[in-house]
């Protein structure tokens, strides 16, 4: 069975730092660009960052630039989102999604293959 597995969520006060895990089950990462999504209450999915299948392309979208990186490590299978000074408004169901494609791009949520099921971050006082 193909999964991927988040982990990693939890509750943080603002200005610390979670480290989400995405794993991969059934299937190797080493082919495919892997996007973090999130998705707040009341609001749409919106994409926080990406990796390409090589590691050599990554984007952030402009709320998280310089707070948050994404990184793979095609041997344990995983991708990894660390995420630094953590603000209330980072509060979300946290996804990571997996599509085949070109060793240097990215894709949107519109286009990927497969979903987690998502690991919530609470950040709060």
């Known amino acids: 069975q193909l999964q991927l597995v988040e982990s990693g969520g939890g509750l943080v006060q603002p200005g610390g730092s979670l480290r989400l895990s995405c794993a991969a089950s059934g299937f190797t990462l080493d082919y495919y660009a892997i996007g973090w999504f999130r998705q707040a209450p009341g609001r749409e999915r919106e994409g926080v960052s990406c990796?390409?299948?090589?590691?050599?392309?990554?984007n952030y979208a402009d709320s998280v630039k310089g707070r948050f990186t994404i990184s793979r490590d095609n041997g344990n299978n995983t991708v990894y989102l660390q995420m630094n000074s953590l603000k209330p408004e980072d509060t979300a169901v946290y996804y990571c999604?997996?599509?085949?494609?070109?060793?240097?791009?990215?894709?949107?949520?519109?286009?990927?293959?497969?979903w987690g099921q998502g690991t919530q971050v609470t950040v709060s006082s």
């Open positions: 999604a997996a599509r085949a494609g070109s060793a240097y791009m990215c894709y949107g949520r519109f286009s990927q293959d497969y």
């Open positions: 990796i390409s299948r090589s590691g050599d392309y990554t």
